[in-house]
C-alpha cells in the first residue's frame, strides 16, 4: 500500500503566489522542508515555526556555477523518484542517506514573461531558462503513485482541503496534478523553443511545438452542440470593455475584421460577417468611413463585426447603434462612444492595441493534420504594378485598385471585390468559380455605384476573357489581378478591344 502520510516537502519556486497558505499548511502538519535560498527566506518569513533544511546542506554539496546547479543531485532525485513499493529503491535509498520526498513543490523561472520583454538580452532569456525546476517536476509527475507534484500555486489551496479533510489525497487527485505538471513543463519547453526558433523563417523543421495558453472556456464552438476554447498564441492585446462572452466565431470575425483595418494608414471601417469582409470603406471622418461601409451591404452587416483602426466617435457610435451589432473592436474609444454603446447590454466591446510582435506563421487543421504556413503579409503598392492594356488607369483609380486588391486579400477564395472612391461596392465570396463571384459582386453593387470609375479586384488569375466581358456589360473599366495564366494574351486582348484597363499584380491572394 502507497504511504498517504507526508514527511517531507521540497519547495523551490520562482513565482511565490500563495506561499502564506502553504507555509501554513506545511508548519499545521510538521512537514520538513527541504528548500533552496530564496524560497526558504520567504517562508521563514511567512512563518518563523517551519522547520527548513537548506539543499545545500542535505546534499552536502554547495550551489555552483552561479546557482545553475543546486537540485541537480541524486540525493534529491533518487529522493523524488524511488518507488516505495519497490524493495532496492528503498534500500538504494538508505545506502546514499537519501531520504523519501513526499511532496515537491516547485515551479520555473519567468521565462515567457523574460522573453516577451524586447529590452531583454539574449543572455538575460537564457539564464531565465530553468533546468533543475522542470527536472524536479516531470521526475515527480512520474512518480505520481508516490509523490504529490504542485506546480502551480493556484492548486495549493483545493490539494490543502483535500487533504486536510482525510490526511491524504486520492489516487485521481495525484494523477490530475502531475497531469497538470506536464502540461506545464511541455508548454515550458515549447516556449524556449519557439524562442529559439524565433528568427527562423524554414518550417520544415521535423519536428515542433506550439505554445498554446488557455484563455477561457468559450460558450461553444461553432455550434451550440460543439464544445469550444480560446487559447493564446500569439502576442494578442485585446480587452473586453462591455457585453456577452465572446464566442468561437465572434473570435474568428474579429480578428478577421481588425487585421483588415490595420492594413490601412487613412481612417478604414470594415464590416465582417461569417469571417468574410461584407463593407469596408477608407475616409478621413470616421463615421463617414462606417456609413460608406455599410451602404456595401446593409443586409450582410446585421449581426456582424465592425472595425476601426481609429479611436471611435460620439457621432459613430449614434450610427452603430441604429443597427444590431455584435462587436465593436477599436483601439480606443471616446468616453460618450463608450458610455453610449455600452447601453447595450449584449452588445461586445473591444479594446486592442495594435500588435508589433505578431506571429509570422498561419495555423490551420483538418481532421488528421496541422497545417502551418506563413502569414500572408504581403501588401501590393503603386511600384508592384504592371499595365498591361493600352487603357491606362487614373491616379485615383489605381488607389481604388490598391484598396480593392488589400480587401480581397481577406474574402474567401475565389474573391471578386468592386470598389469606387475607396469604399466597397460589391463583394463576391466563396464561390467555386470566378464568373459566379464576379456576377455575386456585380449583383450587390447598387446601380448607382455602375459608373465608370468602378474597379474590380480579383485574388486569382482570369483563365478565360469572360469576366473581362462581363465588366465591359456593367460599366467597369479597371481590373486588378495577379496575372500568371496561360491565357493572359488572349485576356489582355479582349480589354484592349473593350477599351478596358488590366493591371497585373504578380502576387495572388487566395484565401480558402
Request: hydrophobic fraction near 35%.
Amino acid at each position: 500500500m502507497i504511504n498517504k502520510i507526508i514527511k517531507k516537502a521540497l519547495v523551490s519556486v520562482s513565482d511565490k503566489s500563495n506561499l502564506k497558505i502553504l507555509a501554513d499548511f506545511l508548519y499545521r502538519n510538521q512537514i520538513e522542508v527541504l528548500s533552496t535560498g530564496g524560497t526558504s527566506k520567504e517562508l521563514k518569513k511567512l512563518n518563523p515555526e517551519i522547520k527548513i533544511t537548506q539543499i545545500s546542506k542535505y546534499t552536502g554539496s554547495k550551489e555552483i556555477l552561479d546557482g545553475r546547479v543546486k537540485t541537480l543531485h541524486p540525493k534529491i532525485h533518487a529522493g523524488i523518484l524511488a518507488d516505495r513499493q519497490n524493495k532496492q529503491h528503498m534500500l538504494e535509498l538508505k545506502k546514499n542517506t537519501a531520504m523519501p520526498i513526499d511532496l515537491v513543490v516547485v515551479n520555473l523561472y519567468p521565462f515567457e514573461k523574460t522573453s516577451s520583454n524586447k529590452k531583454n538580452s539574449e543572455k538575460i532569456c537564457i539564464e531565465n531558462i530553468d533546468i533543475g525546476g522542470p527536472t524536479m517536476i516531470r521526475a515527480a509527475a512520474k512518480n505520481f503513485k508516490n509523490v504529490i507534484i504542485l506546480s502551480d500555486p493556484d492548486s495549493y489551496l483545493p490539494f490543502i482541503q483535500e487533504f486536510e479533510k482525510k490526511m491524504s489525497v486520492s489516487d485521481a487527485t495525484r494523477k490530475n496534478l502531475a497531469i497538470k505538471a506536464f502540461e506545464i513543463t511541455s508548454y515550458y519547453e515549447s516556449l524556449i523553443s519557439n524562442w529559439f526558433n524565433r528568427d527562423n523563417v524554414d518550417l520544415c523543421q521535423k519536428k515542433s511545438s506550439i505554445p498554446l495558453k488557455k484563455i477561457s472556456k468559450l460558450r461553444y464552438g461553432e455550434n451550440p452542440h460543439q464544445s469550444g476554447s480560446l487559447y493564446s498564441y500569439g502576442d494578442h492585446k485585446l480587452k473586453q470593455i462591455n457585453g456577452k462572452d465572446l464566442s468561437f466565431n465572434n473570435i474568428y470575425d474579429l480578428e478577421s475584421a481588425v487585421s483588415l483595418a490595420n492594413e490601412f494608414t487613412d481612417n478604414s471601417c470594415v464590416i465582417v460577417k461569417h469571417g468574410n469582409p461584407c463593407g469596408v470603406a477608407l475616409n478621413k471622418v470616421q463615421h463617414i468611413a462606417y456609413e460608406k461601409a455599410l451602404e456595401c451591404d446593409e443586409v450582410s452587416a446585421f449581426g456582424g463585426v465592425v472595425a476601426f483602426n481609429s479611436k471611435v466617435t460620439e457621432k459613430t457610435a449614434k450610427m452603430i447603434s441604429k443597427i444590431f451589432t455584435e462587436v465593436v473592436i477599436a483601439p480606443n474609444f471616446e468616453v460618450k462612444a463608450k458610455d453610449l454603446l455600452s447601453q447595450r447590454k449584449n452588445l461586445i466591446i473591444i479594446g486592442y492595441k495594435k500588435s508589433k510582435n505578431s506571429t509570422k506563421f498561419n495555423i490551420k487543421s483538418t481532421e488528421n493534420f496541422i497545417l502551418i504556413q506563413e502569414r500572408n503579409v504581403k501588401v501590393v503598392k503603386q511600384k508592384d504594378l504592371e499595365f498591361k492594356t493600352k487603357e491606362i488607369p487614373n491616379k485615383k483609380s489605381i488607389k481604388d485598385m490598391l484598396f480593392a486588391y488589400t480587401v480581397s486579400k481577406y474574402v474567401n477564395s475565389n474573391a471578386i471585390v468592386l470598389a469606387s472612391g475607396l469604399k466597397t461596392v460589391g463583394i463576391g465570396i466563396g464561390q467555386t468559380n470566378r464568373v459566379d463571384s464576379t456576377k455575386l459582386a456585380i449583383n450587390k453593387a447598387n446601380k448607382k455605384y455602375k459608373e465608370s470609375d468602378t474597379v474590380l479586384a480579383s485574388d486569382g488569375f482570369f483563365p478565360f476573357p469572360d469576366i473581362v466581358k462581363l465588366c465591359s456589360k456593367n460599366n467597369i473599366k479597371y481590373i486588378i489581378q495577379p496575372g500568371g495564366s496561360i491565357n493572359d494574351k488572349s485576356v489582355i486582348k479582349a480589354a484592349d478591344k473593350l477599351n478596358i484597363s488590366i493591371v497585373f499584380t504578380k502576387i495572388r491572394h487566395f484565401k480558402h
